[in-house]
């Protein structure tokens, strides 16, 4: 079998069905009971930082909008609902001590908890999703070793909150993205453009990440304790080529090993370092790192989330017509790789998203598989696709439906590419979509739609799409239908 099959695809027994949002894409309620600005409330009040000028303030109104919400979840038969904690919620100041606690935001978090489990969703925690308080960011955010101890006490106080309710536990949501793209490339926020501070991000965040998952583990033995992180497939355009070849593994080096072999091995790729050094950089990364510091990175966890959009050709070689799929915002910025400069690139002809986003199904079998047989499997950590999805731009009829075929043929696709893994003996138990709502999408703002639920953001009407019902369907009856029955002009499109 191979993810151009058109025959239903039945998963097995016990797989998770969900889908995901971030606090700051979709709840608002930015200065309701309690709460201060996280660095993305400043972030986009900063010209040309995000397009439109675009706020979080209102997002999808989730905050009070929950209980709807859930019921929501609930119609799509959805099995678990992957959600995250603001750390500008719970802890605004960013402060030490009991003081610092914001026990309405906590409180908020609770009656989540409580909705989703009165529903039978399994309430998946994500801890980091990249709204840590901009009061952080007076000692130097992330870039600051002290924010990895900051992290710890703020993620204590949710799990004394929760633990008697929530068994899974993630600690942070694509560090390479909070890291690299937002104290490096400075498109995210807080929008630095300083090398030295995005690596030291990225390690302080593993840091922190260790530190929780050793604090977890001794108060809730029996938890699901995990991290998730996101990936390209990055392959050479000539696979022949030496300078390709060097061009795919630096890539993979900065993007993908950079945090798995912290966390799965050990130790960092030994041949960042000499990337660094050329780039100079070299000793920026060996300052931070402490002795110790990657035991505590690599202590044991029971999940690796996976997050997956699209993989990448790439070459030294310029090409017309190059693949940029980032935010076309004012604002100054620069490529989120400290040692790939020269990097492009390349446009296969794929399919593309509403954001310049390549359609590249096999990547995840062949991510996954690389995942369980390098890392993973030897050390009986179980995989999780906790983001997958695509941007399409939706035209609603009068009603507000979107009949999103693309959407729908995108899930279809990566569902099978899944699939595939699996019967490669791949460990993999669950698959959540990006996402649940339409919501506020970072530097694009408002502009682009990612979810199986449409939403009108003037009314906050929501709407399921044709995807949304389609998934629902999947999701009660554990498989995938065939192609036939459903969609079979937009499967071919997005398989080629």
């Known amino acids: 079998m191979n993810s151009n099959t058109t025959d239903r695809v039945q998963f097995p027994d016990g797989f998770l069905w969900g889908a995901a949002t971030a606090a700051f894409q979709v709840e608002g309620a930015s200065r309701s009971d309690g709460r201060k600005d996280s660095v993305w409330d400043t972030f986009a009040r900063v010209p040309g930082a995000v397009l439109g000028g675009d706020t979080g303030e209102i997002a999808c109104d989730q905050y009070n909008r929950y209980r709807d919400d859930v019921a929501l979840m609930k119609s799509l038969n959805l099995d678990a609902y992957r959600f995250s904690i603001s750390w500008a919620r719970v802890r605004p100041d960013a402060a030490k001590g009991p003081a610092g606690v914001n026990q309405l935001g906590v409180d908020y978090y609770s009656r989540l908890v409580d909705e989703l489990l009165a529903n039978d969703i399994l309430p998946w925690v994500t801890l980091f999703h990249w709204d840590h308080p901009a009061a952080l960011e007076e000692t130097g955010g992330w870039a600051n070793r002290d924010a990895a101890y900051r992290f710890t006490e703020y993620a204590l106080t949710m799990h004394e909150a929760l633990a008697d309710r929530v068994s899974v536990w993630t600690t942070l949501n694509e560090p390479w993205c909070s890291s690299f793209l937002s104290y490096g490339a400075g498109v995210h926020a807080p929008g630095k453009l300083s090398y030295p501070d995005a690596l030291a991000a990225a390690h302080h965040q593993m840091l922190g990440h260790g530190l929780v998952v050793q604090e977890l583990r001794k108060r809730q033995p029996e938890a699901n304790l995990g991290i998730t992180l996101n990936f390209t497939v990055a392959d ?202 339409d919501n506020y999408e970072w530097a694009w703002g408002y502009s682009k739609r990612f979810g199986i639920v449409g939403v009108d953001f003037e009314t906050q009407q929501r709407t399921v799409k044709a995807s949304g019902h389609w998934y629902g369907q999947v999701a009660k009856e554990n498989a995938v239908p065939a192609l036939r029955e459903t969609h079979p002009e937009a499967a071919m499109e997005v398989n080629g």
């Open 236 to 437: 050479p355009v000539d696979p022949s080529d030496p300078q390709d070849v060097d061009a795919a593994r630096r890539i993979d080096c900065q993007m993908n090993r950079v945090f798995t072999d912290p966390l799965l091995l050990g130790e960092y790729p030994r041949d960042l370092f000499p990337d660094l050094a050329e780039a100079g950089l070299g000793g920026v990364l060996e300052s931070v790192i402490e002795d110790g510091d990657l035991g505590i990175i690599s202590t044991p966890i029971d999940t690796l989330g996976v997050n997956y959009y699209h993989g990448e050709e790439v070459s030294y070689r310029e090409y017309p017509g190059a693949v940029d799929g980032s935010a076309p915002v004012a604002r100054t910025t620069q490529a989120p790789y400290p040692a790939a400069e020269g990097v492009k690139v390349r446009n296969r002809g794929l399919p593309m998203t509403d954001q310049n986003w390549e359609i590249q199904p096999e990547g995840l079998t062949r991510l996954l598989t690389r995942l369980h047989n390098d890392y993973t499997g030897p050390r009986n950590v179980a995989l999780y696709v906790t983001e997958n999805g695509c941007a399409f731009d939706d035209v609603p009829d009068a009603s507000g439906y979107v009949d999103d075929q693309n959407r729908l043929s995108f899930y279809d696709a990566h569902l099978r590419a899944i699939k595939d893994a699996l019967d490669a003996g791949v460990d993999v138990r669950g698959y959540f979509a990006w996402s649940l709502l």
